[in-house]
């Protein structure tokens, strides 16, 4: 499998901790591929006066989604994340946080295949979407993926 990631803090040493997450997914979840360098954007969906630092990562796995999904709950609780976001009215209720793992797509691969085709992979269940469906809506995810992602 192919994932991209999208990674963002607000709190502490932002781009440390992001390294460190890169670091723990490279080793727990898969290798990584690729890369986009820092982002920085002020918070979207709630007010603060700590900017983020995003990052996008590819890598692949032999890992399937839900498990890839597992891990990085794991890493963001490892790396001081204390709570996730919550939902109000039916709408995201975001805050400040020192890490954030998000996947944004997945792509499985034949098994004889080491570059394309790839397929895409369409989950849609209570704890995982695939494709991220709030994705094409964010410069943070948008702008770093697009170093990565051959086909932005």
Known sequence: MIYYLSIGANLGEREQTINQAVSLLNSEVGRVLARSAFYYSDPVGFDSEHPFCNICLKLTSELPPQRVLYITQDIEKALGRTEKTQTANGKPVYHDREIDIDLLMAFD????????????????SKRLTLPHPRMDERDFVKIPLSEIFPFS
């Not at 691969?109 to 849609?124: E, G, H, K, Q, R």
Request: some cysteine; hydrophobic content about 45%; glycine content about 0%.
């Open 109 to 124: 691969m034949p098994a004889d295949s080491t570059d394309f085709p790839l397929f895409p992979v369409c989950i849609n």
